[in-house]
DNA sequence: ACCTGAACACCGTTCAAGT
DNA sequence: ACCTGAACACCGTTCAAGT
């Protein structure tokens, strides 16, 4: 039911999981689904879990730059698979068991190579921050390819005045339009600069 | 009208902004307000460019890093204020002339501080990140202060075998039941950490 | 130019009744 | 243990009719 639930979820937006729909695709009516979960956000509960589990732990066994990478990797990944569950990882009131196992395993991952408890929170906070931030950004784009950046950033330009606004047009003449020109690949930079500034902060950190 | 929905969904959430409650409160039946925005998608187009004129634009007279900070802190706290806006600044087909004007702003900002506009673009590109996910997760977590975050971990806690998420349990204990602790307090932490590594990755830029 | 009643096609959820 | 019809209190939106 979980199964069926993110897949229409994932198909049609999140906007249009109803239990009526939900339960016309199990072949049984509304009311039905009450059998099985207390009420929808309970559903939905049970939804995000599935999504946390599908996120790869990281690997242990090398070092933990390449283990927070990884993993911040695998999270963006699941994240665009299932744009509709972006905004709700982090504010299941009852976190699930591979909620709570995903966010030990990555503290423990960051505890084990010799980071702080202290260092540890800020550092598991602002890549989360970045991995949950960018995927927002990226998965709710008007456009997705440079054709349609290029269909969409066109008909704007068209609207401005000349000259309205300068730096807009440069950045989409300059970049957006450009053929080839793709948001997403643009994931791994942010995500290297963040990991440069954690490691710098954790050498401040071991040599006070 | 805009002004009503805004303080609406600022009190009552999102999903109790509803065409009949919004109506309610303006002493008009629901139908009225379509003399006034095609539909509601169209109206929380219109909210959303009331949102984006509430951040400061980047202060001109300043180097880059201190208007970068103080724009990425000024719409930290305006997203806090309307934290049902956060998922939605991005998602606009149309956007408003205030959106426009912003990004416009910030942009044209870097760029007259010397950033090429590949730099710029990724600069700006992370800092949103980090912002809309940090306030993404501050704003849903299930608790806000230091006694909020005593009871809802102490409960789950209490759930736990013993030893089963030990190092959430450790940070639990160390960090967040800790007296005066506020995870909003942290943002500024990992903005810091992202302007070094800009400012670094303009230098190898400049440089080149 | 603005407002409204009636209507349509939807929601989540409860409950008593069925197998 | 699972399913369902009927019902309730809601949605967004259209349209013809009113001032």
């Given at each position: 039911m979980l199964r069926a639930a993110i897949s229409l979820a994932d198909r049609d937006g999140i906007e249009s999981l109803s239990m009526r729909n939900l339960g016309g695709k199990l072949g049984v009516k509304a009311m039905s689904l009450y059998n099985h979960v207390r009420n929808k956000e309970d559903m939905l509960d049970g939804m995000i879990d599935v999504i946390f589990s599908e996120i790869d732990l990281p690997p242990s066994g090398v070092d933990w730059r390449t283990a927070m990478r990884q993993r911040a990797i695998s999270a963006h990944r699941v994240l665009l698979r299932h744009p509709w569950a972006n905004g709700l990882m982090e504010s299941r009131?009852?976190?699930?068991p591979a909620n709570l196992r995903h966010h030990d395993a990555v503290l423990g991952s960051l505890r084990g190579a010799g980071f702080s408890v202290e260092v540890a929170a800020r550092a598991y906070s602002i890549l989360d921050s970045y991995v949950y931030g960018f995927t927002l950004t990226e998965s709710t784009l008007p456009f997705s390819n440079s054709e349609e950046a290029k269909e969409v950033a066109g008909n704007l330009l068209e609207g401005f005045r000349p000259g309205e606004y300068p730096h807009l047009a440069e950045m989409a003449v300059d970049r957006a339009m450009k053929p080839g020109y793709s948001y997403g690949d643009e994931f791994d930079y942010g995500l290297d600069l963040i990991l440069d500034g954690i490691l710098r902060a954790r050498s401040d950190d071991t040599k006070r």
């Amino acid at each position: 039911m979980l199964r069926a639930a993110i897949s229409l979820a994932d198909r049609d937006g999140i906007e249009s999981l109803s239990m009526r729909n939900l339960g016309g695709k199990l072949g049984v009516k509304a009311m039905s689904l009450y059998n099985h979960v207390r009420n929808k956000e309970d559903m939905l509960d049970g939804m995000i879990d599935v999504i946390f589990s599908e996120i790869d732990l990281p690997p242990s066994g090398v070092d933990w730059r390449t283990a927070m990478r990884q993993r911040a990797i695998s999270a963006h990944r699941v994240l665009l698979r299932h744009p509709w569950a972006n905004g709700l990882m982090e504010s299941r009131t009852s976190p699930g068991p591979a909620n709570l196992r995903h966010h030990d395993a990555v503290l423990g991952s960051l505890r084990g190579a010799g980071f702080s408890v202290e260092v540890a929170a800020r550092a598991y906070s602002i890549l989360d921050s970045y991995v949950y931030g960018f995927t927002l950004t990226e998965s709710t784009l008007p456009f997705s390819n440079s054709e349609e950046a290029k269909e969409v950033a066109g008909n704007l330009l068209e609207g401005f005045r000349p000259g309205e606004y300068p730096h807009l047009a440069e950045m989409a003449v300059d970049r957006a339009m450009k053929p080839g020109y793709s948001y997403g690949d643009e994931f791994d930079y942010g995500l290297d600069l963040i990991l440069d500034g954690i490691l710098r902060a954790r050498s401040d950190d071991t040599k006070r």
